[in-house]
């Protein structure tokens, strides 16, 4: 029973459930929420049967609602019926009204047509009026920028580019941004840019012509320059020359003329007609337009470019300067490129100098000096190397002579100068060394080749005033003699010591305008006459001694030459001192060299005739023809040794002009050489045998040598000095002629030995020489028995000799 009442509880239970889902899918579907699908699944997935139910469930609610809708209609339907009364009343009115209101209407729009038309053009007439008002407006506010504008324009057209750089500032910064909106304005502002960067490139292009006609006139520039420094140079100096009185004024006007403008290049051609002076002055304007470089100048710095035109105008400038610094290849062979290079530097730095006092900022004096310290290494090494190709005195002369003004014209821009000085004392060194090759030449060519080394021959007291007037020639004797005269020198020493006094004079015009004190020129000149002395002077006096066709004579006077020109120095000194006006005491000053250059050559004179002398002595000898087997002498001397005597007698007559102890030197050598010369001839290995009467005819010329230096053939020797020279030969034939061996043997090696200037060695070779001499002619003899026995004791006394004289001779040499 419990169980049946528990089902019968549950079942309920489930039937109120299914009811309920019903329910809550009806209210779901009522309130229209979508989707259903979740709702209807619900509702069918319960029962198999549910179906059925959810649309009894349904069909019920759906009557309710109409039951509802009925009741509602039912309740409102008398106030529908009343209001549909009251309409059908007031359509008639309606009707009516709309009659009226339509006619109304009409009669409005008819009257209102006029108004209407007479308000629309009032409305048009004033936005007309507006519009035309906003326009002038604008169009006041445009004008000042078209009018500015075409101001532009012009300014380009014209050329103006800085005042146009202005006028598109002002167009910028004022103008334009007040129309800005404006479409042309903004054509305008995307113009502007395009006119700058080609105002730029116009300025540049004109800058570059500029730099182009720098380059073509700055030799110009360069020439004008240096001929107003040279001018205002010769100018000075000639004020100073001048009387302070009488020259007062004009000392005035001078100073007025030179005070210039630094920073200009003036060129003043003066033409003078008595108190009167007129001149033309031409300036840097004059010659080079600088307005392109100003123009672009102030064009980039109003863009603001200033730098960057700054660093190219210097690079430019370098550039033209490597250009101007690089000389031509054959400068060095004219005076002209030379002229011509120094214009091109001197033009250059006066442009610089000339924008760096018209500019500020585009050239510095930082910028000048580093350039001018660049040009000046350059110049120096192009002037030291194309120097040194000049072989011309004259062209090195002008070549100084450009660099002082050249150093002169830029230190007055303020350029610092000491460099090319120091350089010019190198090139004085060249120019002394191309003075000595020349003076070598005339020395050598035209003065020592032409001179007849003969005395100079005077005919009167004109001509003798003339010589004298050339050299320095004093001789009291020689003034007592009558004319014609000879004085004691030849025609070259005159001719040589005027040459010497020129040279003097051409290394002083080197010397001149170097800035030196007169102690420094001084010094110069005496060491470069010193160098002309001793080494080109002399180098050519020794030459011309070792010349083969220098003879005696020549030779003697040559060394005659030579005393007067060491006696001369003293006047060159003087000569020297009145030039620089320095006195020879000072202590510093130098001193001529030409004592010993001449002393030197007069010695090698010496030495050349004690050579010569030799030589022709031993042309005679080789000329010597004796019969070594001759059985007896001839009873006089040789034909070749009188010869030779009297050459020598009539050359000694001619060292009568030569100093004492050079003649008796040269005649003692003479003799000296011709008894060795002669010794040698006895003693030679390739004669192999003498006779006696050979020795005798031997000892005859010798005889006669020694009669020659008794004779005193050069004044001065004492007692038998000359013959002392023919001692040995006379001895050695001493012994042989008397045949006193016992004697020699004897007293060999004492003090008071009669035969003490024989060497034992000398004595043996010319016995056994005339040994085989004695053989050679007994075989020829043997036809007289009677002397076969004398033979044959005297050739053993000879063996016995020989013998003896080898013991000797052995001794000697076991002794050394």
Known sequence: MARKSKSNLSELCLEENKDQIYENALAEIQSFELPLGTTLRSVYDDQPNAHQKFMEKLDACIRNHDREIEKMCNFHHQGFVDAITELLKVRADAEKLKVQVTDTNRRLQDAGKEVISQTEEIIRCRVQQRNITTVVEKLQLCLPVLEMYSKLKEQMNVKRYYSALKTMEQLENLYLPRVSQYRFCQIMIENLPKLREEIKEISMSDLKDFLESIRKHSDRIGETAMKQAQQQKTFSTTLQKQNNVNYGRNMHLGRSRISESKNEITLKRTFEDDDEHEEEVLTAQDLVDFSPVYRCLHIYSVLGDGEIFENYYRKQRRKQARLVLQPQSSMHETVEGYRRYFSQIVGFFVVEDHILHVTQGLVTRTYTDELWNMALSKIVAVLRTHSSYCTDPDLVLELKNLIVVFADTLQGYGFPVNRLFDLLFEIRDQYNETLLKKWSGLFRLGYFEADNYSPIPVANEEEYKIVISKFPFQDPELDKQSFPKKLPMSQSVPQIYMQVKEFIYASLKFSESL????????????????????????????????????????????????????????????????????????????????????????????????????????EFIQIADYDWTMSESDGRASGYLMDLINFLRST???????????????????????????????????????????????????????LF?????????????????????????????????????????????????????????????????????????????????????KQKLIETVVKQLRSLVNGMSQHT
Request: charged share 20%; with cysteine.
């Open 709 to 793: 230096a008794s004779s005193e053939p050069v004044p001065g020797f004492q007692g038998d000095t000359l013959q002392l020279a023919f001692i040995d030969l006379r001895q050695l034939l001493d012994l042989f002629m008397v045949w006193d061996w016992s004697t020699y043997l004897a007293d060999y090696g004492q003090a008071t030995s009669k035969y003490l200037r024989v060497n034992p060695s000398t004595a043996l070779t010319l016995l056994e020489k005339v040994h085989r001499g004695m053989k050679d002619s007994s075989k020829k003899n043997n036809i007289f028995a009677q002397f076969r026995k004398n033979d044959r004791d």
């Open 652 to 706: 000694f007559q001619v060292f009568t002009h030569l100093p004492g102890k050079v003649a008796q030197t040269a005649c003692m050598s003479a003799c000296q050489h011709l008894s060795m010369s002669l010794m040698q001839m006895l003693l030679d290995s390739e004669l192999k045998q003498i006779s006696m009467g050979a020795i005798q005819q031997f000892n005859l010329d010798v005889i006669q040598c020694e």
């Open 515 to 618: 800035h030196r004190s007169s102690t420094e020129i001084d010094d110069m000149l005496r060491k470069s006459t010193n160098l002309l002395l001793t080494r080109t002077l002399s180098s050519c006096l020794q030459n011309l001694i070792k010349k083969p066709h220098i003879g005696l004579t020549e030779l003697v006077q040559i060394i005659i030459n030579t005393t007067h020109l060491e006696q001369a120095c003293k006047y060159l000194e003087d000569f020297i001192s009145n030039i620089t006006n320095i006195s020879q005491l000072t202590v510093h000053t130098a001193r001529l060299y030409g004592l010993s250059t001449f002393k030197d050559a007069r010695h090698a004179a010496e030495g050349e005739i004690y050579t010569k002398l030799n030589q022709k002595i031993d």
